[in-house]
């Protein structure tokens, strides 16, 4: 067997953490990624029969049954997570009964999944639905997204378009928009089914007054659709108090994504803040 602590997955997932660690978006506990594996990553690594725990899900989460998936812990700092993934991180399969998850490795002070496992499996579940490559659901709270939401109406539609006039990628990176949910109670299967609903149209929702949500192929593709946001978030909090004299008109949107060739969500041009 190899070393699971050099085994990519590990090593990205050390990684990743880190960054959105030092980026400021994950205090304390804050955030939760899950990544999801095949058995042929997993098996060098790992004798796959053998399961050290079984631990209740909590709900149903049949249509992932013998999914392998590399998971935060719940309480875990992002901080720690580089400097010891055996005690911050599980690696996990769901049960054939879709009802438990069957830790390979991993939560080795007898730690759990994140809180918001529930959230994270549904949204696999939709994500999967639409884009059989998806492997990773992350969630976090950057600091310049979470302060637009106390100051921009909590809409889609307008949420977005100020997003993709804050930048000029940013139309380009999320041509599909950001969906947005009202603040709700987290670590409920309400949240999650609320997530995966939206999940099922957008790749990026903003958890009002809380945070959001990416998904990806990879986790580099998740981080950096969210390091996107931010930055549109963080241009769009330096210079909301100021009058704006100039912007990215709709037009100029419009051949981006053509140029580009993105098919963007055209229902989100045409906010009236551009008039
Ligand atoms: O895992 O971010 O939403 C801690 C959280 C809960
Ligand atoms: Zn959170």
Partial sequence: MKNILDAPFIRQMCATTGNMYRLGWDERNGGNISLLLDECEVSPYLDIRHILRTIPLGFDASGLAG???LVTGTGKYFKNVEHDPANNLGLLRISNDGKKAELLWGYSDGGKFTSEFPAHLM????RLAVDPQNRVIMHTH??????MNYV???????????????CTECIVVFPDGVGVLPW???GTTS??????????EFRLVIWGMHGIYGAGR??????????TVEKAAQVYMLTAHLPRINTIRDEELIALAEHFGVTCRRDFLGSPEQD
Avoid: N, V
């Avoid at 949240?191 to 099922?200: D, N, Q, S, V």
């Fill in 123 to 126: 949204s696999h579940r939709a």
């Fill in 142 to 147: 950057p600091t310049y997204t979470l302060a």
């Fill in 218 to 227: 990879t986790l580099d593709e998740a981080f950096g659709l969210i390091e």
């Fill in 191 to 200: 949240i999650g089914e609320a997530t995966a609903k939206k999940m099922a």
């Fill in 67 to 69: 999914k392998f998936f």
């Fill in 152 to 166: 921009h109406p909590l809409e889609e539609r307008s949420f977005t378009h100020t997003l993709w006039q804050m």
């Fill in 184 to 186: 709700m109670l987290c």
